[in-house]
Structure formats: C-alpha cells, structure tokens
C-alpha cells in the first residue's frame, strides 16, 4: 500500500532523528483526503518532550505564505483596489532608491550603482521579475550589507528587510526576492487594512481555518500554546536534529510579511491548499484563478530562471525542491511551474513551492492531486528532508494509480477491454 510506505518514510526519519516532527497531507480535486497523517514532537525542548507534532500544531510556514499574499493581490484586484500594471514607486518611494548594484569595490569597500527609475509593478513583484533579489542570495547585496554593518535581511520592518538595491533593470530578468513582502503592503495600503486582517476576511474566515493562522501567533494565547520549535541538524546537515532556541525565522520583523510571515497548522494550510488547487469560489472568480496559475514569464526570463536555479548549489538547494535541471521551469503567481513531468512523481505543469524550514506544497493538476507536507527543520530546504516530501509526493501518485506517461496507454487499454473505470483528474 502506498500509504504504508510514505508512513516508513516518516517513520524512519523521526526515528533517525532527521526530523523531530511533521504533518503531511494530500487530496484530489475533489476534496477528498488521500491522505493525512502526523510523526513526532512538535519540539525538542526537554520541557515539551511530550508535545506531539500533529495537523493542528502551528508552525512558521516561511515562503508558502507567498502563495496567499498572491490569492490576496488577486481578491484585491476583485475589490477594485488594486491594479496589477500599475506604478507601485510612488507609493514606497524608498523602493529602488539606491538604483541598481552593479559591482563592489572589495579593496574600499564600496558599492557602485546605477539609478533606475522604472516602473515596478505588482505583477512584477509577484513574478520576481521586479529587480528585488533577497540580499542572502546574492553576492553583491551580501558585501553590501556587510559595508553597512548591517546582517542580510534584518530590521523589522519590510523596508528594513527589502528597501535595498535592485540587481536589475524591473521586467528584464529574474531573481527571487521580497517582491510578496512589497505585493503584501501594496494590498494593505490600497485596502486600508492589515495583510492579516485584509486575509482573515477574505481567505482564512470563508475557508473556516481563521483560528489556526496568523501572522503573530506569539499574541494569540491558543496559537501560542500550539506553536512548534524550530530544530537544527549539525553544520554537516547530519543527525540527529537538536532544538534551535536562537533562531528567529523572521530575523527581527513585525511587519506583516506577505512572503514569508504567515504561521499556521498544517491542516489550515492543506484547506487552503485544497481550495486553490479546486479553484473554490469562495476565494476568486475564474478568471482570478486563470491568472494566478498562467506563466508569467516572457522567453527571456524563462531562460534566466532556469539559469537562475543552476547558478550555484544554494540557489539549487533552496529553489528547486529536488527537481532535476532537465525538468523546464517557469514561474507564476502562485508559484513555480515544471513545464515537463518527473517519471513517477509529477505530470507536466504541477506547481510547487516550499518554505525555509523544510516545507513544501505541490499541485499536480493533471494528476488531480494536490499536497503539503509542514515540518520545521534547519539547515534551509535540507535535501535529505526535500527527499522524503519527493517519496511522499510518488507515494501519492501510487495512491491514484497514476503512472506518468503512460496514462494514455492505460486509457486505450481500458477503453478495448470496455472497462469503465476511470481516473479522476
């Protein structure tokens, strides 16, 4: 049975002590639950020994909150408050105001830019194409951090974390950056509400999931009771995995941030998975959706995301989940499309996207199946830990007797035998 084999999965991992605990779920496009299952503690800590890791356990969910600052630019875009194609500089104006870092004089550490006043949209923000690139990323931003006495993506606030230079011309490249954090207070501005009470009216209270998610969970006494702990394997990504008490996955901020500050349970984050993948309109009209899963990319940005992803084994371990380099990429809103399958795992056109402490989403839309699975474990997207949400994701597939490539072939066969069975996709 695959679901007996993605149990082993997990079981010898919390066993090994590679994960301390995790919640994994899928579905179809039905809603149906294919599976759904917990492992382990939900802390290391010797005082919550005890505390299981379960659908309910509230965890730092990190970049997959981008996923739902897109569904919330799109509602908002509904509303009629914002516009997708319009300038957002003037609302931010210290949005691009150092220009463009263009090299960096190590010998007197020193930045030289090149000013830019191109229009950023919130198309581009979402698409990562707007010129942003997280400063932990990349070279130049890093030395430049470093010649200010300033530690990469700190402060508290998004201009702190992201009002840095851009490292191209907006619209003309790729790279992965705060562009959800900018899209996220885009729609807190044009709606005169908080990206966490702009979400909880219009995604977490009609999904039923708004009390099991937050921004600041640390000040919702059932949400903090709930919250799990991070934990960190040693500096050779070995186990077994120990408590990390000192690290703050938002590095200081209390802003809302739409790209990685969202805190929930897995089972809230599956439903709204669940409702994305099934285009509920309880979200977004049709055409919302049609817009959050097309490509966004021109040719040319394609082909530099996809040089983007190889460009060094960071920007591979954090960005492409396991996914071969052969596989082709691009990039939505609601998050990276592989264009071609992986035999045994996914069909072309699945999205995917993850978050730092080891989590990930898929939907595989021709397969009709959708999953997360929400852990918290560091060193950032492990591979050893993407392994595991690889074989869940197969296991899920198996599940649905689903064979890549050769649906068609089973399809003609069943149709000569006169078989009626058919797949739900």
Known sequence: MASSKIDKVYEDAIASGLLPGVSVLAGDKDGKILYSKSFGKSSLKPEKANEPFTDSTIASIASMSK?????AALKAVELGKLDLDADVRSTFPSMGQHGIITSFDDENNTASFEPDTTPVTVRMLLSHTSGHEYDWLNLLLGKWRASRNEVPWSGPTIEDKSAIPMVFTPGTN????????WAGKAVAVATDKTLENFMREHIWT?????????FYPKQNPDLHH???????????????AVDAPDFDMLFGGTDCFGGAG???SAKAYYTFLSAVFRRDPALLLAESYEELFRPQLDAKAEQAFNEYLASSPAHTQFLCLGIPHTVRKTWSFAGMICLDGQEGRFRKGTTFWAGVPSCMWFMDHEAGVCGTAVCQILPPMHPGVVALHEKFQRGVLEMVKFELGGVEEE???????????????
């Open 67 to 71: 996923l739902m600052t897109s569904v």
């Open 174 to 181: 790729f790279a992965y950056g705060g562009g959800h954090d």
């Open 206 to 214: 009609p999904l039923g999931i708004e009390n099991d998610v937050s």
């Open 226 to 240: 709930r919250l799990a702990d991070l934990a960190t394997l040693n500096e050779q990504g070995l186990p077994p």
């Open 262 to 264: 969202v805190f929930c």
């Open 411 to 425: 399809e003609e066969e069943e149709e000569e035998e006169g078989d009626s069975c058919c797949l739900s996709l």
